[in-house]
């Protein structure tokens, strides 16, 4: 009988070791994790970018942080070999989100739409409706506004004949966007989606084409309507011509 409570001891100092031993293994995984958890997706481009843009103009949207590396494209810094294996085409945008490379800016909007659970559309016709645009925008809109924009400033050299078929692609494109936008205050709906970033980071930039935006009355209420959403900036106030952490 004299051997119950020494046996009775000896279980209870083991059961009041347990949770100690559970608390260190907890305290020295914390650290980790807070470092997983607080690493920011990397994106690479540069400010004159309307697809680094569009990129940067979702993270600002969602409210979510991203460090950023500026390209200096004039040195060919996008051609570099350490480039070239994040982005196989030699191109801006790209992000790097742990070990995930992805590049062209469509293929990122949806990636972080499901990522961040934003803006990808809020039943699955908007959904479909929001990549309709997004893939219509890459067709038609972004090269006539694009190519327009280069030939303007001057960084894209083209005879009058293709350059007047990128300038009717661009205003075709503002014609059916103009009509779409006067039946709902976004592309894809009623409310903004991956469709609208796509298509505004390309208007951003119509100016600089000699595009007269303030011609189609839809598009210009819809742009206000986008620059009213939290946490919205123009091209040249998100992204600087330097690397942000």
Not at 11 to 40: E, N
Not at 89 to 105: K, M, N, T
Not at 212 to 234: E, T
Request: proline share 6%; aromatic share 10%.
């Amino acid at each position: 009988m004299a051997r119950k409570p020494g046996k009775s001891k000896k279980a209870a100092a083991k059961k009041a070791a347990k949770p100690t031993a559970k608390k260190t293994i907890a305290k020295k995984a914390r650290p980790a994790a807070a470092k997983r958890r607080s690493a920011k997706p990397m994106l690479h481009g540069i400010a004159f970018s309307g697809p680094t843009y569009k990129v940067a103009l979702m993270f600002a949207l969602s409210g979510e942080p991203f460090a950023y590396k500026h390209m200096d494209m004039k040195s060919g810094a996008h051609k570099a070999p350490d480039y070239l294996a994040i982005n196989r085409y030699g191109q801006v945008p790209a992000v790097v989100d742990g070990a995930l490379r992805l590049c062209q800016s469509g293929a990122i909007l949806e990636y972080l739409a499901d990522k961040f659970g934003k803006f990808g559309g809020k039943n699955a016709e908007e959904r479909a409706r929001a990549r309709e645009w997004l893939f219509w925008d890459a067709d038609r809109l972004a090269p006539g506004i694009f190519r327009s924009r280069g030939v303007a400033r001057g960084f894209l050299k083209l005879d009058p004949g293709a350059a007047g078929y990128f300038r009717d692609h661009g205003e075709q494109g503002l014609k059916v966007l103009e009509a779409e936008l006067g039946k709902n205050p976004f592309v894809a709906g009623k409310s903004p989606t991956i469709g609208d970033v796509a298509c505004y980071g390309v208007l951003a930039f119509a100016k600089e084409a000699d595009f007269d935006v303030s011609a189609y009355p839809n598009i210009s209420a819809w742009m206000d309507r986008v620059q009213n959403l939290k946490g919205f900036k123009g091209p040249y106030d998100l992204l600087p011509l330097h690397d942000i952490a």
